[in-house]
């Protein structure tokens, strides 16, 4: 008899023999042993946590809308800053007088420039050259500093070493490293590469100097070392693993930042050059527009684009770098 419901009913009635409804159950160690938990895949557990978010949603979408036009649209719209340079009454147009004179098409939709050229076109060519510069800049920055950084946290000698030239270089301001660069070598893309990442990566080797510190005499470590596990693989199968989340946040903090020593280094007269069009020198370029009536759009229509780019990166990069913490994947 079987209770259902408060009831009792005859198991005989099922039909079923007892080997059906009743089977043996046997131990064995290892099965015993096994894991029954889902699986965890970290990656999957970061977009997901990510993607709940909607903000994060729009924001990566605005980025990606962002960098896909800059880097398509400047090839397919063949700008030339010079091209109606002789047209006088092509100069200087709003909006509206650019769409009566040049017809409905994106190259009128904000108007012309000083020189008559398209503000809409010579905002995203410059958009594609600052996108550029910031990530060749963390990309080289991020590479030494997180390398050098995790050797620097492990090595007494390198720590020694290293130590005492980050007390000296430290001491002095970036920015000031970064306009003497500029000053010394000819204005150029490059240039401006070379003057971010001479002593760019430093501040980053130490972070991440400081974290290794942290965690490297932790228990997983001091036997992994007692096993004899090189100190390169312990490093990277270790350490740097456990500070993703730490290596995104920073990765947040310096695309963006690139970009605004570009803008104020163009903006007090250290420029990639006058055939190097950035954001920042159509910042500088159209400074002289802000106050004229008519004009304006010619130095606000940069200023809105790279503070967009900017706060976009540091937004999708925040928000991924906060998902990258395992403790947020309950």
């Known amino acids: 008899m079987i ?6 009913y005859d198991i005989s009635d099922l039909g079923l023999t007892e ?12 099965d015993s042993e096994k ?5 965890y895949s970290y990656w999957k557990s970061v977009f997901r946590v990510f993607f709940r978010n909607k903000v994060n949603i729009v924001a990566l979408a605005i980025l990606v809308a962002i960098v896909l036009f800059a880097y398509i649209y400047p090839h397919v719209s063949h700008y030339d800053p010079m091209a109606n340079i002789l047209d006088s009454e092509s100069k200087h147009l709003s909006p509206k007088e650019a769409i009566d004179k040049f017809g409905l098409n994106t190259h009128s939709v904000l108007g012309t420039g000083a020189a008559g050229q398209s503000t809409f076109d010579a905002v995203w ?3 594609e050259i600052s996108m550029s510069l910031a990530f060749i800049c963390a990309a080289i920055n991020m590479t030494i500093g997180i390398l050098l950084g995790a050797v620097w946290g492990f090595s007494k000698k390198v720590d020694m070493f290293m130590t005492m030239i980050y007390q000296v270089i430290a001491n002095v301001p970036g920015i000031l ?3 003497v660069m500029v000053m010394l070598f000819t204005a150029g893309f490059w240039t401006m590469v070379f003057a971010m990442t001479v002593t760019g990566w430093l501040g980053l080797a130490y972070f991440i100097r400081t974290q290794v510190l942290i965690i490297r005499d932790r228990e997983y470590n001091v036997a992994s070392r007692c096993l004899g596990t090189p100190v390169l693989r312990l490093t990277m199968k270790n350490i740097l693993p456990f500070m993703t989340s730490v290596i995104m946040l920073l ?4 695309i963006p930042s690139y970009i605004s020593y570009e803008v104020f280094l163009s903006y007090i007269g250290f420029s990639m050059g006058t055939k190097t ?6 910042i500088e370029m159209t400074q002289s527009s802000m106050m004229v009536p008519g004009w304006r ?4 229509a940069p200023v809105f684009l790279c503070s967009l780019i900017t706060l976009v990166l540091y937004l999708v990069g925040q928000n991924l770098g906060d998902a990258s913490d395992p403790r947020t994947h309950m």
């Open 251 to 254: 990765l947040a903090e310096e």
């Open 177 to 179: 490293v970064m306009t």
């Open 19 to 30: 080997e059906e409804l009743f089977a043996p159950v046997s131990h064995d160690a290892f």
């Open 277 to 282: 069009i950035s954001l920042g020198r159509l």
């Open 125 to 127: 060519y410059g958009a």
């Open 297 to 300: 759009l010619e130095f606000w």
């Open 35 to 39: 894991i029954t938990a889902p699986r």
């Open 3 to 8: 209770p259902v419901k408060d009831e009792l």
